[in-house]
Nanobody, 119 residues
Framework: QVQLVESGGGLVQAGGSLGLSCAAS????????MGWFRQAPGKQREVVAV???????NYADSVKGRFTISRDNAKNTVYLQMNSLKPEDTADYYC?????????????WGQGTQVTVSS
């Protein structure tokens, strides 16, 4: 089983920046995709950004040009740099990993980290 540990997040004013990181550890696995999702109060969880094992990023339209997802394969870590933050970016952010191990394909979720953007 693979565990995800998130760090970063916090409170920032609109227009500011924050960075999130998510480190995967556990059994031997092959990373397929890793990404960030968010859930605002009263709303459904939505995808923010995903990066494939080949390094290709995809972003939600709402964050394109402001957020950047990157990964460090050696550290099994994915990062999300968030710039020009807006109050509507306020949410709990969750890291997600889709991976393959000897038994099959699975996904794992982080515990979530709160991002609050004040106006």
């Amino acid at each position: 089983q693979v565990q995800l540990v998130e760090s970063g997040g916090g409170l920032v004013q609109a227009g500011g920046s924050l960075g999130l990181s998510c480190a995967a550890s556990g059994s031997t696995f092959r990373f397929l995709t890793m990404g960030w999702f968010r859930q605002a109060p009263g709303k459904q969880r939505e995808v923010v950004a995903v990066i494939s094992s080949g390094g290709s990023p995809n972003y939600a339209d709402s964050v394109k040009g402001r957020f950047t997802i990157s990964r460090d394969n050696a550290k099994n870590t994915v990062y999300l740099q968030m710039n020009s933050l807006k109050p509507e970016d306020t949410a709990d952010y969750y890291c997600n990993l889709v991976y393959r191990d000897s038994r099959g394909v699975y996904d794992s979720w982080g515990q979530g980290t709160q991002v609050t953007v004040s106006s």
